[in-house]
């Protein structure tokens, strides 16, 4: 069942903190320009990293990427759900301020219940970027996130999942790992 209020909240602008594979993580609308914005501005994070897109939806990501064909797709399907985050060819429709100067847009499709009932509530994507600020350690609890953010974000309650460590970034194209 869609959450309207969150939906609002989203497409307004909003930027929430949520719960992900191993810490709480930032996200707004990824179309939102000024959700960006004020993701970059909370965290004092260059403009020149890009965002990570998730979805409990393959169908939801196809608009900022380009088309894979099915082999492709497969191969890439057998790492989610989960703790995989790939780095793909961005579509032309895929807004420059979430390709951070690259061709690319990251994509994963999580496991962790509390980020699936968050997006199945909205259904579309969210940006998920670590909710701390930028170069300082992850952000593991509810409480530390209200510490942090105040009244600027709206938290979403929820478990972490049992990551001790970012998702895995991996290059689609050439299979090189960018993050372990």
């Known amino acids: 069942m ?3 209020r969150l939906i609002r909240y989203l497409k ?3 930027v929430i903190a949520y719960p992900t594979e191993s810490c709480f993580g930032l996200g707004c609308d990824p179309k ?4 960006i914005e004020k993701i970059l501005y909370l965290k004092k994070r260059p403009r020149s990293k890009g965002f ?3 979805s409990s939806k393959i169908d939801f990501l196809k608009i900022y990427m380009q088309d894979f064909s099915t082999t492709e797709k497969k191969e890439m399907m057998a790492k989610w759900p989960g703790p995989h985050t790939w780095l793909v060819p961005a579509s ?8 951070g100067g690259s061709q690319n847009i990251a994509i ?3 496991k962790v219940n509390s980020t699936l009932n968050l997006l199945n509530s909205i259904n579309f994507p ?7 600020l930028s170069h300082k350690k992850s952000i593991k609890t509810l409480r530390a996130c209200k510490n942090l953010f105040k009244n600027e974000v709206k938290i979403i309650n929820g478990r972490i999942g049992a990551e001790k460590k970012p998702t895995t970034i991996q290059d689609f194209v050439s299979k090189k ?4």
């Open 92 to 99: 032309d429709f895929c807004p420059p301020w979430l390709r």
């Open 52 to 54: 990570i897109l998730i």
């Open 32 to 35: 939102n320009k000024r959700a």
């Open 12 to 14: 307004k602008g909003g």
């Open 2 to 4: 869609a959450n309207q």
């Open 177 to 180: 790992i960018i993050r372990k």
């Open 126 to 132: 969210i940006t998920s970027t670590s909710a701390n």
């Open 108 to 110: 994963r499709l999580p």
